[in-house]
């Protein structure tokens, strides 16, 4: 087990949302619990580091050259709080912290689970010792892997490939893809808060799936790319439980080799893109195999597009009174294939408002709906205009 499952099985067994520091009082990794985050806990995992507070009591309370647990008093509104130094081979290697409400002394803790947090700081501290020695260079290293196998440059793509082939950083597959990670709420623009619900989207998902995978995240976007077949409900359940925020996926189609991520990654790119653009996607994951038409329409300058660009049957029908009306019961009405009490009950209006609207579409637009050619030009006209904020 890696570093972030055995924390999350020590906080359940303890009772206790954790958080572990490195050192330097960088988080390292924090439990995903059902209580509450108090004020103290959110603002360390947003932060991803100490409070300057917190730093300059734990400075105070001379924890680093201490075998055991010490207790920063509480403050504001912060409850106490207990320090677990994390030692191996008698180096230290970081922190356990996690907040005790109404303890004064670390004599306040019970023996028994004195014990139980002795053997915790005992399991974890070998963990945090690798993974701060190896953390920098890893993320580095696939970082540089990744950005080799999505190149625009042939070469470097096969470079990237055999470096993940020769790392194991993925299993041998018949089938690969990568899944493009965002922040849809973009956290009402808090830079540590978007890195946090990428980081901990990618670690999410890499969790959720059952075959080796690796990912990278950037301060506002992730990268998972994915060995074997892949499935999509864990995916977006993972997506949909995340308690850090809003965060969406792409998913690119299925390569047979590592050196055609890039066109997987593409795709994912799209995908996501239709998230973002059309309102009626509501879910947490877009696949590229799913989008039917949209895999052209989203490769539009759809910023750029106007009502000149469009048919004239599609711009009357916008322009006119009631437009957005209109195109949305045209649109529904072609989506049904012409079936009117089904475009009615959709639309939750009465069959004769139906027949009003598609009244006033032929009046506005002088066009033959029974003409499957101008269906045509009006079913896509109508699509690429919702997705360029049109209507």
Do not use: C
Not at 59 to 72: C, F, I
Not at 275 to 290: E, I, M, Q, V
Not at 348 to 377: C, M, P, Q
């Amino acid at each position: 087990m890696d570093l972030h499952e055995v924390v999350q099985l020590t906080a359940e067994s303890l009772d206790r949302a954790l958080v572990i520091f490195d050192v330097d009082l960088r988080v390292l990794t924090f439990s995903e619990h059902d209580e509450t985050v108090d004020r103290g806990r959110l603002a360390v995992i947003l932060g991803r580091k100490a409070t300057p507070q917190a730093a300059e009591m734990i400075a105070a309370s001379k924890v680093r050259s201490s075998e055991t647990p010490v207790l920063l008093a509480a403050h504001d509104d912060v409850p106490a709080r207990v320090v677990m130094p994390l030692r191996y081979k008698n180096l230290l290697y970081g922190f356990l912290t996690f907040s005790e409400p109404g303890a004064s002394s670390i004599g306040d803790l019970s023996k028994e689970f004195s014990r139980a947090l002795d053997a915790a700081a005992a399991r974890i501290a070998p963990l945090v010792a690798v993974r701060t020695i190896a953390d920098e260079d890893e993320v580095d290293l696939r970082q540089s892997v990744m950005a080799d196998v999505l190149s625009g440059s042939p070469k470097t793509r096969t470079r990237g490939a055999e470096s993940i082939t020769a790392l194991r950083l993925l299993p041998a597959s018949s089938e690969y893809r990568v899944l493009v990670l965002h922040a849809r709420s973009r956290s009402h623009g808090d830079p540590a808060l978007i890195a946090l619900e990428i980081e901990e989207a990618t670690r999410a998902v890499i969790r959720a799936t059952p075959f080796q995978s690796f990912g990278v995240t950037t301060e506002d976007a992730g990268i998972v790319v994915l060995a074997g077949a892949v499935n999509h409900k864990k995916v977006s359940a993972a997506l949909a439980g995340l308690s850090t925020g809003d965060t969406v996926g792409g998913m690119g189609g299925s390569k047979p080799s590592l050196s055609d991520l890039a066109s997987s990654h593409r795709e994912g790119a799209i995908a996501l893109e239709s998230l973002r653009r059309d309102r009626a996607r509501s879910g947490h994951l877009a696949d590229w195999n799913n989008l039917g038409l949209d895999r052209l329409l989203l490769q539009l300058p759809l910023d750029q597009i106007t009502m000149a660009d469009l048919p004239a049957g599609v711009a009357q029908i916008l322009e006119a009174q009631s437009g957005i009306d209109l195109a949305q019961t045209l649109n529904a009405y072609l989506d049904f294939g012409g079936d009117a009490q089904a475009t009615a009950k959709n639309l939750h209006i009465h069959r004769s408002t139906f027949y009003y609207r598609l009244d006033k579409i032929r009046e506005v637009t002088e066009l033959n709906l029974a003409d499957g050619e101008i269906r045509r030009d009006l079913h896509t006209g109508l699509r690429i205009a919702h997705l360029a904020g049109l209507w």
